[in-house]
């Protein structure tokens, strides 16, 4: 088991901003990040494709709001979320496709990646 590790989660207003962080070194073709809130279902937020001429995907619902990069040095998924809303309020985790059964448009698919992280909590309040 490879780990997963995610940190950089807190509680701000909304309007406000949080950058998450995610080390995962065992090598993954995607990374992405997906987030639970209480009650509900695991959705994808969105993810990255780290090979050469990588790109990141979103989700529609944090288009323009959140933006996802990789430092391939670092083996680091970084998530830079602004205009959080109370929505946002979930605990966010990371994946990765360690074995490379993600292709393109299925990165949504949380059964496709491998190893998971515990997650970290993001608290947007009103």
């Known amino acids: 088991q490879m780990e997963v590790a995610e940190s950089g989660g807190g509680s701000v207003q909304a309007g406000g901003s949080l950058r998450l962080s995610c080390v995962y070194s065992?090598?993954?073709?995607?990374m992405a990040w997906f987030r639970q809130a209480p009650g509900k279902e695991r959705e994808a937020v969105g993810a990255?494709?780290?090979?050469?001429?990588?790109?990141?995907v979103y989700a529609d619902y944090v288009m323009g709001r959140f933006t996802i990069s990789f430092d391939n040095a670092l083996s680091t998924l970084y998530l830079q979320m602004t205009e959080l809303k109370p929505e946002d309020t979930a605990r966010y985790l990371c994946?990765?496709?360690?074995?490379?059964?993600?292709?393109?448009?299925?990165?949504?698919?949380?059964?496709?990646?491998?190893?998971w992280g515990q997650g970290t909590q993001v608290t947007v309040s009103s």
């Open positions: 065992g090598g993954a073709r995607w």
């Open positions: 994946a990765a496709d360690h074995f490379g059964r993600v292709r393109g448009g299925q990165w949504r698919d949380r059964a496709l990646y491998s190893y």
């Open positions: 990255f494709f780290t090979r050469p001429g990588g790109y990141p």
